[in-house]
């Protein structure tokens, strides 16, 4: 990590350029960072992307393969002006040791010293060549979603027709990672996501692989595509799969069948000869006991008895609950709570300690797998629905409290004691030096988390101060595996 933007005690400075909007700041002069279309093959522009009306020129090297000719030198402005592209070059500067060797290699992508870049699943390659005319293979890797997480990321997208739009005008909207984010599917990489390859034998991100990171960056401010082409899908097929599915959902509506009954008006004029309702029925001590499927025959093919026990007993202890609330004082008054989502709902099953082949089914049906399905499930014992969307890395949906959790943090502690954070993204933040994280919720309450091995697991009780909520999370270590 390149701790030189904390040695002044300027522990938000990134956290406010993020706030407003402005390119991640690179200490560079003002200038014009147009892409202009180098070598466009002109047979493959409609096939991939029109990459001449886009300013970034691109050929075809195959179905999931696009090539981007050399970008000319460039100065002034910032190598990324959009937001996922300064979120691009966040996870680059989060991953490197070496701040040294990220701005070494920001300077050499300037004097356009990075080749053609190849672009792929998983890889983006380019040779850049050093002041000396030295020349070197750079390679950065990005995980590719698997087929099952594509499907999720289509159905959501066909869902919603100001995604595709979006995507197609060469935009990426927030919201749109976001609800990738809610299921479980991160676009953007975060730190340590990207992982360096280079033939000058250097392990970590050096200054060739950090300069083609930064040629990149140009490339995702034109067309986002480009990102979901490294996740595993170029444009192209994307956009048929999506075409699929939205023919596939345009089926004719029907009305729906009038419901059978009596009127209102008919049954409020028999209430005055109708007897009295019965008394509401008393709270059961505890859940009914679940029935056994324990017998001596064998079960049908793909059924589960013990997972049918648990469902069960989750129903049991679920509608006692009910009960009690519907047996409440304060019953009429209560705000009924939203349907819980498919999600929602296996993280709400996990947190009850199923067995652990039921828990491994739980885990393998979200897409969080185990360790990521115990840290939801804990999420959802210390506070529902909520608790899941910070875990989740929901920000919050409004500036205004976005803009508030910033104001809190400068006012929780006095200036000798202020810890030093990072941004980690839209309410989150990091300390440095330490595996502790700070997020804010909706609510405006403050969780605490900690890192155990590469997963963000809730570290406590949320609190209303965020000095509050550091705290607890350094009273209460979380055990790793």
Known sequence: ???????????????RAYASGQAYGHDDEDGDDTLDAYGTDDEQDHEHGHADAHGAGARATGSEERTFAALPPVGGRGFAQTWWGRAWLQALEDTA?????????????????VGAVSVRP?????????????????DVLLRELSDEEWDRFLDMAADSAGHIAALLDRDMPPHLVEDAAGLGLELLPDIGDLEPECTCGAWDHCAHTAAL????ARLLDQD?????LMRGRGERRLLDDLQARSVARAEPVREPARPAGVPAAEAYATGDILPPLPAPPPLPDA???????????????????????FLAAGAAARARRLLADALAADHVRAALEPAP??????VRLAAAGPAPEVAARLGAGTGRGRTGLAAAAEAWRLGGAAALAVLDGAPPASPEVLARAKAALDDAWEPADRPVLRAAGPGRWTVVGADVQLRAGEDGRWWPFRRAGAQWTPAGQPAADPASALEGANEQPVETD
């Open 97 to 113: 040791l070496d701040g040294r060797q990220v701005k070494r290699g920001r300077q050499a992508a300037r004097k356009g010293a």
């Open 122 to 138: 998983g890889r983006i390659t380019a040779v850049v060549r050093d002041h000396d005319g030295s020349a070197y293979r750079g």
């Open 341 to 346: 989502t498919v999600d929602e709902d296996a």
């Open 213 to 216: 990171c930064h040629q990149v």
């Open 287 to 309: 859940p009914g006991a679940a029935q056994s499927l324990d017998t001596e025959t064998e079960p049908a093919p793909g059924l589960d008895p013990a997972a049918l026990e």
């Open 224 to 228: 986002p595509f480009v990102l979901l």
């Open 1 to 15: 990590m390149d701790g030189d933007a904390y040695v002044d005690g300027d522990a938000y400075a990134d956290d």
